[in-house]
């Protein structure tokens, strides 16, 4: 089992910054990938961004984040985190953490809320 608790999240203006984290515990070992996707209301939940967890940290952005937002990954507090910045109003969403496993089981966080104002 894996569990995922994301942090970081709030009430930011238009054109702010958040970090958002999620820490993983449990059996971590065999993640190899970890991804953020948000969900806005009335909204399906769509993908953010990606990073993987071996080797090299490859990224993968939606175009709509693309140059605003960046993932990383602190390996050793088996921790990710998604920088963002110049946030917009549409940036607005409850963004949930996934690990996806070698098995490529997928687990997922609770959510953070980010809610940008104009």
């Known amino acids: 089992q894996v569990q995922l608790v994301e942090s970081g999240g709030g009430l930011v203006q238009a054109g702010g910054s958040l970090r958002l984290s999620c820490a993983a515990s449990?059996?971590?070992?065999?993640?190899?990938?970890m991804s953020w996707f948000r969900q806005a209301p009335g909204k399906e939940r769509e993908f953010v961004s990606s990073?993987?967890?071996?080797?090299?940290?490859?990224?993968d952005y939606a175009d709509s984040v693309k140059g605003r937002f960046t993932i990383s990954r602190d390996t050793a507090k088996s921790t990710v985190y998604l920088q963002m910045n110049s946030l917009k109003p549409e940036d607005t969403a409850i963004y949930y953490c996934?690990?996806?496993?070698?098995?490529?089981?997928?687990?997922w966080g609770r959510g953070t809320q980010v809610t940008v104002s104009s």
């Open positions: 996934a690990a996806r496993q070698t098995t490529n089981h997928i687990y």
């Open positions: 449990g059996h971590t070992f065999n993640l190899y990938v």
């Open positions: 990073i993987t967890l071996r080797g090299g940290s490859n990224t």
